[in-house]
């Protein structure tokens, strides 16, 4: 859809009858995602498709059960003298990655008709808001999509780890998710190298992050007694305590996401369901709960690990002397601004504008290996009940 203002419409309540005199709004809930991810910034001057090499680390491959004892010469060199090495291997990763964008705009907004719209300086104010709010919410579900894209996808009840992308791979989930194959996925993620930089540490062990739905997180401490007994309060790293993580299970922080991928499965694909629905309403539309999120019967969780990946931003520039040009943070970042661009054709006054948002990132790959996506089975109005005492 093209930017200039071709077709416009009245989008604010006009004073027609006696309205209240406060305008309300809904706000949708903030993640763990934009507190989490980290975030840099996209290279100028390379083009827009990058290369990542990873130096792997270097091993022998020996138990080292197989040393020679050490001989003197006798006619030659003893081994001790000129050693028989035993030659090593070196390599390195490349993973390619680069810039993506997507942009949204509101409908078209004309100033003569705001001057009959009820409180309009409040309605405006609480579009605003809806706005930057939604700028918060396209950028988690960004995250939470290039997190799973980039990291291996496993079954709950199995271990066997699918290649990095391919959803559909992965046989559908049969069972919940269990502590046990949490443990020995933080032995083997800490295996691979994952206690450094993770989440935190306490009583000396690193502690990496489960995101999962706060139903997913009941559940695992419901079934495990364990976990229930859990009174080690040590304190949280900094990087959690703000998202309200008070304490850590079994080597985890849970980290509740109220919009966690869910999906339904037919014909060996896995099909996300967005969480809510599109409705019309009084003027324009709404977004309510969608009933099909609250009912799909598979899931996802993530293990997370900070070092998985890097949003990186475009950046601002550069300046060019004798060639200026319009360059601002707010035009890769998501968030709107207001455009008011004169046409002859279609705003020769100055009177119709809308809101623009441009996103402009790249994932950059650090260590994708440090991550999992478990795809799991849900366990829809699983409640534990008592019968009532009078009847």
Known sequence: ?????????????????QFGV?????????????????????????????????????????L?????????????????????????????????????????????????????????????????????????????????YNYMSMVGSIQSGYNTEYAAGNLNAVPVPT???????????R?????????????????????LGLICSPEQSRNLLR????????????????????????????????????EIPRFTYSGGVYTPIYPFVQVGTTQGYKWDLNPLYNTAPIEGAYIYHPDVYEEALQQVGPNIKGAAFNDFPHYYNGQFFW??????A?????KNGRWLSVFQSGARPINPTLGKFILLKRCVDDYLVSSCVYS
């Open 1 to 17: 859809m093209a930017i200039q203002c071709s077709t416009v419409n009245s989008l604010f309540q006009s004073y027609t009858s």
């Open 22 to 62: 406060d305008i309300w709004d809904r706000y949708s809930q903030d993640s763990v995602w934009g507190k989490l991810t980290r975030v840099g910034k996209f290279p100028q001057g390379l083009g827009t498709t990058l290369n990542e090499i990873t130096v792997e680390r270097v091993l022998s491959g020996s």
């Open 64 to 144: 080292e059960n197989d040393w020679a004892n050490v001989a003197v010469s006798n006619g030659t060199s003893s081994n001790g003298c000129v050693p028989a090495p035993v030659d090593l291997y070196l390599g390195q990763t490349v993973r390619p990655w680069g810039l993506q964008t997507k942009a949204y705009q509101t409908p078209c907004i004309c100033l003569d008709d705001l001057k009959h719209s009820y409180l309009i300086e409040n309605q405006v104010a609480k579009t605003v808001d809806a706005l930057t709010q939604l700028t918060k919410t396209v950028s988690d579900y960004r995250r939470r």
């Open 175 to 185: 069972s919940p998710l269990g502590q046990d194959q949490l443990d020995e996925l």
């Open 187 to 207: 032995v083997q993620i800490l295996r691979d190298g994952g206690g450094r930089n993770a989440l935190g540490k306490e009583n000396g062990q690193p502690v």
């Open 223 to 258: 079934n495990n007694a364990d976990l229930r007994q859990d009174n080690r309060y040590a304190i949280p790293s900094e990087l959690v305590a703000p998202l309200g993580v008070d304490r850590s299970y079994a080597g985890y922080y849970h980290m509740g996401d109220f």
């Open 339 to 344: 455009l008011n661009i004169l046409s002859e």
């Open 346 to 350: 279609y705003n020769p006054l100055g």
